[in-house]
């Protein structure tokens, strides 16, 4: 794939790699090792006799079927406090995507899921060690990490090995902000209405940071969240530009939240409006490959239409959400829904002269086959091949364009590293702005046009 500038003089496709893809596999998976690592030798130096683990496993921002690799390494971990005097063992678990990590509340019923099984030590699912939940839950074939359904570990007796109960200190570390908001509303709020929590522990509540900055929660954490500053969106506002932003709830906080620089709200309301189409809830995204796309491409074209806006941004998720489900058909569905939704988007720029860039985060829908090093692809014993639900590593295009776009605009030739870290300054550059010098450069350079 490519994008293409269209411009009056040229047209030719640019690829760029997303430097944060490269840390999407296993790096991924080490880095969460060494700290949960970190976390468990801390624990027991200051004293912690009795610790529990709820583990969530991945197969999106790391391969498929490393779980066992995860639970495994963890299991060995737990093993060696164990010889020291620690009661140290895994009490749940289950796939991020059915299990707790829900955001944006977009279905309150995955944290739900996490919290019978964390808890109330509550699951259908129950088994005397993770490690042979984990393979048992497997061994459906349609099973994948994302979605493996809750657990619970059980002891001689046959009880749960650990519910949270009061007393408990309680940490959460995990990576996504965005999705840990809804489990430490559940932990934190005393008035919590989304779910009936049977019980709520009293417990001591840190998470690894503070995930959401506007509402103070947690209320207590372990390191300071990065302060993100001098954002596009901060700096458009500020020049007066004015900006709409839509998408269904599953991508959302995409073109705002992390947008802003985990920022919620507006900058300047009377420049910005944000727009949330509610996605479907309780619906695998392969069922409804179609997704919101079309919806949100039609707010996007009425926005643009209207004259009231000088920035449009969305976020069409099909790709990313339908892909992640290893699902080849249906996510062949959605990227024509997608397809679908970048033309309505794409006319209307073209009525109102304006300038379109199109890019993406990271690879995905692109390749969905498991490959081995020389590139073939896996299979499983009965020679069927195995789906890839992770993000890939593949360059990802970008296409600027419109007719609202310079004459003799083309992309540089000295930006061979180029990646997502270019787009600020290039958009801010389209607007008529220079970017800020702290700013990664513009992707775009404008020639002069010989009569």
């Given at each position: ?16 790699s ?9 790096s ?38 490393s ?13 060696k ?13 289950g ?29 259908p699912?129950k ?16 099973a ?64 690894m ?8 929660l ?22 007066g ?5 839509c998408s269904e ?26 727009e949330?189409?509610p ?41 990313d959400m ?18 679908e ?8 720029i ?20 498991k490959?081995?090093k ?52 290039t ?23 010989p009569?």
């Open positions: 794939m490519g994008g293409c500038i269209q411009g009056s003089t040229s047209c030719r496709s640019h690829h760029f997303s430097k944060q893809s490269s840390f999407c596999s296993s991924r998976l080490m880095l969460m090792i060494w700290l949960w690592q970190l976390l468990l030798k801390g624990a027991s130096e200051h004293g912690a006799k009795r610790i529990r683990v709820h583990i969530l496993t991945d197969g999106r921002d790391v391969l498929d079927g779980s066992v690799t995860f639970v495994e390494t963890l299991e060995n971990d737990l093993a406090l164990r010889e020291k005097g620690v009661d140290a063992r895994i009490a749940s678990g796939g991020r995507m059915y299990v707790t990590m829900d955001r944006y509340e977009n279905d309150w019923q995955v944290v739900k899921r996490g919290w019978d099984a964390q808890v109330l030590g509550e699951t699912h088994f005397p060690s993770a490690l042979e939940a984990v393979k048992k839950l497997r061994d459906d074939p349609k994948n990490d994302q979605y493996l359904p809750p657990f619970v570990v059980l002891d001689e007796s046959g009880k749960p090995v650990g519910p949270i109960v009061d007393g408990d200190a309680v940490v959460t570390f995990n990576f996504r902000a965005d999705r840990m908001v809804m489990l430490a509303k559940a932990l934190e709020y005393e008035d919590f209405d989304k779910f009936d929590r049977v019980r709520f522990p009293r417990i001591r509540y840190a998470g940071l503070q995930y959401d900055g506007e509402l103070k947690p209320s207590h954490y372990l390191v300071a969240p990065p302060e993100i500053e001098r954002t596009s969106g901060e700096y458009l506002a500020r020049n530009v004015r900006t709409y932003a709830t599953v991508k959302f906080g995409h073109v705002t939240f992390f947008w802003n620089g985990n920022r919620s709200g507006y900058f300047n309301p009377n420049l910005e409006r944000y949330e189409i996605s479907d809830t309780g619906i695998p995204f392969n069922v409804q490959p179609r997704m919101k796309a079309v919806e949100v491409a039609e707010k996007a074209r009425d926005a643009i239409l209207s004259g009231k806006f000088d920035q449009v941004r969305v976020n069409i998720p099909n790709a339908v892909g992640h489900t290893g699902d080849l058909e249906a996510t062949i569905v959605g990227c024509k829904a997608a397809d939704a970048v033309k309505i988007i794409l006319d209307a073209e009525q109102v002269g304006g300038i379109f860039v199109v890019t993406a985060d990271h690879g995905n829908a692109e390749d969905m086959v490959r081995d020389s590139r073939k692809p896996i299979r499983d014993k009965d020679g069927n091949v195995q789906p890839l639900t992770s993000h890939t590593l593949n360059p990802v295009p970008i296409a600027i364009g419109g007719p609202g776009l310079a004459p003799g605009a083309t992309f540089r030739e000295d930006l061979p590293d180029a990646g997502l870290a270019n787009v600020a300054a958009v801010i550059n389209l607007h008529g702005f220079e970017a800020p010098h702290h700013y990664e450069p513009t992707l775009i350079q404008v020639s002069p046009v009569f």
